[in-house]
C-alpha cells in the first residue's frame, strides 16, 4: 500500500474531489425530508377529511379503506424515512446524535443489503394495501370489478412479491461464508 506522500499530486487531488462528491446526495436526503412533510400534510388532510365523513356515513367497509388509507400513507413516510436514514449514513457521513435515547436500533447497523431488503419488503407492504384498497372499495361501492384495473393491481403486486424473493435469494447466495 502506498502513503499519500508517494502519490502524485493529482491523484490525491482527484480522490478527495471524488470522496467529497459524496456530499452532493445531501440534497436528495434534504429533498426526501420536504417529501415527507408532504405526506405529513396529505396524512392530516385525509384525517380532516374522511374522519367526518366516517361519522356520517358509517359502515365497516368505509372504515376499513380509510384505515387502509392511513397504513398506506404511512408505510410510505416509512420508507422515506428509512432510505433517509441509512442512505444518508451509507453514503454521505455519519449521523452525529450521540446516544441520543430515540435513535433507532438500526441506524448505523444498516448496509446497503438489508436497506434494499427493507426498501422491497415495504414496497410489496404497499402494493398490498393499495390491492386491498382497490378490492375494499369495490365491495363498498358495490360495483363490479374492473378485471383490467385489478389484474394490473394484481399483476403489479406478483411482480413485486417475486422480484423481492429473487433479491433475497441472490443476496442468500451471494453472502461469504461466516457473514
Known amino acids: 500500500m502506498t502513503t499519500p506522500a508517494a502519490k502524485p499530486a493529482l491523484e490525491i487531488w482527484l480522490e478527495r474531489g471524488l470522496f467529497a462528491s459524496r456530499w452532493l446526495m445531501a440534497p436528495f436526503y434534504v429533498g426526501l425530508a420536504v417529501g415527507l412533510a408532504a405526506l405529513l400534510a396529505v396524512f392530516i388532510q385525509e384525517v380532516a377529511h374522511e374522519a367526518p365523513a366516517l361519522f356520517r356515513e358509517g359502515g365497516a367497509s368505509h372504515a376499513i379503506v380509510f384505515a387502509l388509507s392511513l397504513i398506506d400513507l ?59 384498497r382497490a378490492f375494499m372499495a369495490l365491495a363498498d361501492e358495490g360495483l363490479a370489478p374492473d378485471a383490467a384495473r385489478l389484474g394490473w393491481l394484481v399483476g403489479l403486486h406478483l411482480t413485486f412479491v417475486v422480484s423481492g424473493v429473487m433479491m433475497a435469494v441472490m443476496d442468500r447466495l451471494s453472502q461469504k461464508p461466516g457473514r
Request: charged fraction near 20%; aromatic fraction near 8%.
Open 74 to 132: 404511512s408505510l410510505n413516510a416509512n420508507l422515506i424515512l428509512i432510505v433517509i436514514f441509512a442512505g444518508y449514513e451509507n453514503f454521505v457521513s455519519r449521523m452525529d446524535v450521540g446516544e441520543h435515547h430515540d435513535r433507532p436500533d438500526w441506524m448505523g447497523a444498516l448496509d446497503f443489503t438489508d436497506m434494499k431488503m427493507k426498501l422491497t419488503a415495504s414496497i410489496v407492504a404497499i402494493s398490498a394495501v393499495a390491492l386491498l
